[in-house]
Nanobody, 115 residues
Framework: QVQLVESGGGLVQAGGSLRLSCAASGSSFSSYTMGWYRQAPGKQRELVASITMTGTTNYADSVKGRFTISRDNAKKTASLEINSLRPEDTAVYYC?????????WGQGTQVTVSS
């Protein structure tokens, strides 16, 4: 069992930056692929970025070059550095831990970008 708690969201002007953090509790954190998803009002939840247990990263095309995902297995944390924010990045951002048939979600953190 893994519990995830996100933090770091907020209101920021376009062009600004935020750093989202995901703190995990439970065992086997290092074996999970960690992901950040987002869901804007009226839209489906979408994958923003992911990082495997070996550090391989993957990004949605819309965020490449602006978002950076990282993890610290010793601290059981995953982070998402967000730069050059745009109004269309406004969404609730969720942390996800996936391994085998198991997947865990955090409660989400709101990111709002004003133009």
């Amino acid at each position: 069992q893994v519990q995830l708690v996100e933090s770091g969201g907020g209101l920021v002007q376009a062009g600004g930056s935020l750093r989202l953090s995901c703190a995990a509790s439970g065992s086997s954190f290092s074996s999970y692929t960690m992901g950040w998803y987002r869901q804007a009002p009226g839209k489906q939840r979408e994958l923003v970025a992911s990082i495997t247990m070996t550090g391989t990263t993957n990004y949605a095309d819309s965020v490449k070059g602006r978002f950076t995902i990282s993890r610290d297995n010793a601290k059981k944390t995953a982070s998402l550095e967000i730069n050059s924010l745009r109004p269309e990045d406004t969404a609730v951002y969720y942390c996800n831990a996936a391994g085998g048939v198991r997947a865990y979600w955090g409660q989400g953190t709101q990111v709002t970008v004003s133009s």
